[in-house]
């Protein structure tokens, strides 16, 4: 299978998941243990009414999602996973109206755990929006 | 002294701020999350439905949706205490229900997945472990069937809304 062949599955895959389709979530780029997602801005996700910013619960959904894909991307091939904690910083409001861009690298893997970081932008690629990270279950194959 | 407002009049009006408060929240309404209060003490109800899976061969809850969840508990938990003293210190209108709530903002929110979300409804409540002038820390659990069987757990801290009277 070609890295292409691999994406496309993984993004059909992603975008079945009756949650991160509902987000509207696409699978930018995955494989090697790293994803890339993006969610557009939508006004259902608002959290704050004042200003209009999405909820971090929205992020949070994202950030998970990109984290789980990154570890089944892992080259040590994983049959499913789960996530264990996650923990998420915002660093600063999403601005309203732009799409969020996450990246997930899966750094590590044990015979069971998997460690994840992940950061989310919107479209200032210079200030993260917020930054994530988890431990999530790696389950092997049985040999 | 002032005699006690009739019951059902304190009930309605509470109840009111408090369908103003969640109502007001659009990504509240998107996941379907509704509360139950009892006095002063919120309940949040997330009623299950085929959008929130996020893992269809189990199946199981997305882990953003019960972080969702968590989150939204924690952050209303503490809009309401901060309505619930604003209403009993007489610094509100108990009528004006129209007026768009003062939200925390989430410095960090870490979940704890314990069991995998089942395909049922869901229930949380959130403890204020501390809450100052500028910041507050916010315990809140989750669970299905089993009062004491948690699905998920979560800490988090919040920068608290600036009071009225500082613009």
Known sequence: MTPADRTKIARQFIEAIPFSKALEMTLEDIGEGRAVITMPYSEALIGDPRSGVIHGGAVSALMDTCGGAAVMSHPEAPIATATIDLRIDYMRAATPGQSIRAEASCYH????????????????????????TGAFTFQRAKP | MKRPEPVQVVKT??????????????????????????????????????????????????????????????????????????????????????????????????????????????????RINRSGRRYASVHVEAWQDNRSKLFAQATGHFVMPPAPDAG
């Open chain 1, 109 to 132: 893997v044990t015979r069971a755990v998997a460690f994840v970081r992940a950061t989310a932008w919107d479209e200032d690629r210079e200030n993260p929006v917020a930054t994530a």
């Open chain 2, 13 to 126: 009006r509470r109840d009111a701020m408090l369908a103003n408060l969640a109502g007001a929240v659009p990504y509240i309404g998107f996941l379907g999350v509704e509360f139950d209060r009892r006095g002063d003490e919120l309940t949040a109800v997330l009623p299950y439905k085929p959008a929130l899976i996020g893992n269809p061969a189990l199946p199981a809850i997305h882990g953003g949706v019960t972080a969702s969840f968590l989150e939204i508990t924690a952050v209303i938990e503490l809009s309401w205490s901060i309505l619930w003293s604003d209403l009993e210190a007489g610094r509100i209108d108990p009528e004006a229900t129209d007026v768009l709530p003062r939200m925390p903002k989430t410095i960090d929110f870490t979940v704890d997945y314990l069991r995998s979300g089942l395909p049922r409804d869901a229930y949380a409540r959130a």
